[in-house]
């Protein structure tokens, strides 16, 4: 780009070698400052450049295009921040040059127990949570990419379920957590353990990662005898923010997962009691950070 260079200019008006306009003066003589197809070029395509270098498509009904492009060009700038709380297409916002990935796969469901007979006992283990990845992308993931939340697992009178996969395309695959074992009907004392994390550690393909984990395990429920003060459901596995489902009282369906990842609670009931679920599980979740040039 350069100044405006018509013999007609103001030489020096902002300084040595800085010359600039006039509109000019009849009375005195002086005239205005002529203009030039050259000086509108450059001016045009100094913005245009800015704007198309961001990512943009010019666009005659858009003016803050100059505006947007500046804020993206910005070194390290935060752009926005998606969620995906269910399985979507990613669309990069205009400007994005590098990520911040966090995903989890879905919580498992803590196991159910079966009917118990007189003097029997059955206990239902909690369920682990999905494994979890931080992976940073100097290069972006494109948009069009496919993300899949896995669904926390569904919680069954006398049984369980693993929570499923979340992937953001061949880029993050985050496996879901394992639910909880079972044990009984029969005598107590019964012990049973709680869901071993996810079924494998989160991978990435690509970008730099931060941290790839297996998920949490859960802990044990237990029947030491038929009174409720003998049995002892546990908590689901926290996910990597917290939530496990809450422990529940003898005789009653486990608690749900509160937060994205984690596990359901397990159940533990004594005699005579009829089957009933362990806690359902949470789905899992992606959360994309999008930075300007860094």
């Excluded at 609670?265 to 899992?284: P, R």
Aim: proline letters at 5%; aromatic letters at 4%; a neutral charge.
């Amino acid at each position: 780009m350069r100044r405006i260079s018509t013999a007609t200019r103001v030489v020096d008006k902002f300084g040595a070698g800085k010359d600039g306009f006039t509109n000019g003066n009849a009375v005195s003589g002086i005239a205005a400052t002529d203009l030039e197809d050259v000086w509108f070029d450059h001016v045009q395509e100094e913005i245009a450049n800015v704007v198309e270098t961001s990512g943009q498509t010019l666009s005659a009904a858009d003016r803050t295009q100059l505006l947007k492009a500046i804020r993206g060009v910005t070194p390290g700038r935060l752009l926005n921040i998606q969620i995906f709380t269910s399985t979507g297409t990613y669309t990069q916002t205009p400007g994005c040059k590098a990520q911040l990935i966090l995903a989890v796969g879905g919580g498992a469901s803590g196991a159910g127990t079966p009917v118990t007979g007189a003097s029997q006992c059955a206990v239902g283990g909690p369920g682990g949570s999905g494994a979890y990845a931080e992976v940073y992308f100097a290069t972006p993931v494109a948009s069009g990419t496919t993300i899949t939340i896995g669904p926390g697992g569904t919680p069954v009178n006398g049984g369980g379920n693993n929570g499923g996969t979340t992937s953001v395309g061949s880029a993050i695959t985050c496996p879901g957590g394992r639910v909880g074992s079972g044990a009984g009907p029969s005598a107590p004392p019964l012990l049973t353990g709680g869901g071993n994390g996810a079924t494998g550690f989160a991978t990435q393909s690509g970008g730099q990662a931060i941290l790839l984990t297996a998920g949490n395990p859960a802990q044990i429920t237990f029947a030491l005898g038929l009174g409720t003060t003998a049995i002892g459901a546990s908590p689901g596995a926290d996910g990597p923010w917290g939530g496990g489902g809450v422990v529940q009282a003898g005789n009653a369906p486990g608690n749900s997962a509160s937060a994205p990842g984690a596990g359901g609670s397990g159940c533990v009931t004594n005699a005579s009691q009829a089957s009933i679920s362990g806690g359902a599980g949470a789905n899992g979740r992606v959360i994309i950070y999008e930075f300007g040039a860094v």
